[in-house]
């Protein structure tokens, strides 16, 4: 997809939406690599300059997520890159598997999710 100032604005809104059924405070998203190379290196360790390979990385400590809008398609594609980051934040003991994309799927039916509650 092509990178402008309506797409920006589509993703964030989406973004919001999201956050918002998640339970979890909007994160800072960044749609470049030059925009993941910009940040302290502390925050984008691990997968700064390998970024660009992936459709999307979850910085879940630092609340910022990257959707690389180069290598996404479509508006679907879009949608299940940014639920399924969006899910790394809200779930972050989770990793890829049955469960976690059973969870991406609630996700993008309309699902929404309580507030994390620790347990007693």
Partial sequence: MKLDSELR????????VYSARFSI?????????KEVLEMPKE????RRTSAYKYLGVSYIQDN???L????IQ???????TIVHELIHMR????S?????????RRGLAGWTFKPYAKRR
């Fill in 64 to 66: 910022v997520v990257f």
């Fill in 9 to 16: 604005f589509r993703i964030l809104e989406k973004v919001g």
């Fill in 74 to 80: 479509d508006d679907k594609m879009l949608e299940n």
């Fill in 96 to 104: 890829h598997g049955r469960r976690f994309n059973k969870m991406v």
């Fill in 43 to 46: 925050i984008t360790q691990g």
């Fill in 91 to 94: 779930f972050p003991y989770l």
């Fill in 25 to 33: 405070p909007e994160p800072k998203i960044l749609l470049t690599t």
């Fill in 68 to 71: 690389n809008v180069r290598k």
